[in-house]
């Protein structure tokens, strides 16, 4: 069975400073992996997947993650932070193209200090 | 593209009451849609997931009888919570996809509570 593992409940970093938001995944066969944001009282909006190809994947509001199979990580990162990148970060991660089921990280709430 | 509206977005009833949440997709066809369930503070939880024209197949835990699915259309899910009580009372997420290759897109949530 697939799972998700987001290491850190909190994340703090100082506007305009580089973030990193670390996941990392256990799968049977090939990982499809994506990062969702989740705003206060909202769904979550869908910020980027990986599927196959460059492992440098590049998303929504400037941020991209890095697949990397050997250690098994999907870490989001953006160069540059802003105040209005404060939010809740949920990676997810679905185990083959057959398995409708995604299984979510418990999330990670990042805090940028103006 | 790839909006999913959901609604309503905010529910108050009386226990006993049954509950009618409506998901739909604005711009594409859903084959798949997904209905969670959001703790404060915690991770979603899939209750179920739906394809037109089928039953929905629920996850363990989760009673069919209490919590109906319905995917009549390629556009429309809904979720009734039937006879509410006080537990009942969470964050409710729909989500939708379109072929297997897409992300889920989601919902805003719909804020339920029992009184």
């Known amino acids: 069975a697939q799972s998700v593992a987001q290491p850190e409940d909190q994340v703090n970093v100082a506007e305009g400073n580089p973030l990193t938001v670390k996941c990392t995944y256990s799968?049977?066969?090939?990982?499809?992996l994506f990062w969702y944001v989740q705003y206060p009282n909202r769904g979550l909006q869908f910020l980027l997947k990986y599927i196959t190809g460059d492992n440098l994947v590049k998303g929504s509001y400037g941020f991209e993650a890095e697949f990397n199979k050997s250690q098994t990580s999907f870490h989001l990162k953006k160069p540059s932070a802003l105040v209005s990148d404060s939010a809740l970060y949920f990676c997810?991660?679905?185990?083959?193209?057959?398995?409708?089921?995604?299984?979510f990280g418990k999330g990670t709430r990042l805090h940028i200090l103006p | 593209g790839a909006v999913v509206s959901q609604h309503p977005s905010w529910v108050i009833c009386k226990s006993g009451t049954s509950v009618k949440i409506e998901c739909r997709s604005l711009?594409?066809?859903?084959?798949?849609m997904f209905w969670y369930r959001q703790f404060p503070k915690q991770s979603l939880m899939l209750m179920a997931t739906s394809n037109e024209g089928s039953k929905a197949t629920y996850e363990q835990g989760v009673e069919k009888d209490k919590f109906l699915i319905n995917h009549a259309s390629l556009t429309l899910s809904t979720l009734t919570v039937t006879s509410a009580h006080p537990e009942d009372s969470s964050f409710y997420i729909c989500?939708?996809?379109?072929?297997?290759?897409?992300?889920?897109?989601f919902g805003d949530g719909t804020r339920l509570s029992i009184l």
């Open positions: 799968v049977s066969g090939n990982p499809y």
């Open positions: 711009d594409f066809q859903a084959t798949t």
């Open positions: 989500s939708a996809r379109g072929d297997n290759n897409q992300p889920q897109h």
């Open positions: 997810a991660v679905r185990d083959s193209p057959r398995d409708d089921k995604i299984i």
